[in-house]
């Protein structure tokens, strides 16, 4: 029982030195995945979707 103590108070204490050394890095990378993005700016409206293609041009030759 005693083993089974040390590994994982050794897992615990490897864990929180990593977070502690790595905290910056590890809350841009939070940020970046979860936190929501704002849309592209654009000076024109988006087209309008068509479900239908438009009928061709007909030619005269």
């Known amino acids: 029982m005693l083993i089974v103590f040390l590994i994982l108070l050794c897992l615990v204490l490897w864990t929180s030195i990593?977070?502690?050394?790595?905290?910056?890095?590890?809350?841009?990378?939070?940020?970046?995945r979860f936190e929501k993005d704002?849309?592209?700016a654009s000076d024109e409206p988006p087209e309008p979707i068509?479900?239908?293609?438009?009928?061709?041009?007909?030619s005269d030759g």
Do not use: C, G, L, S
């Open 18 to 32: 990593y977070a502690m050394y790595f905290r910056k890095e590890i809350v841009a990378w939070f940020a970046n």
């Open 38 to 40: 704002e849309p592209p």
């Open 50 to 58: 068509r479900y239908k293609p438009e009928p061709e041009a007909k």
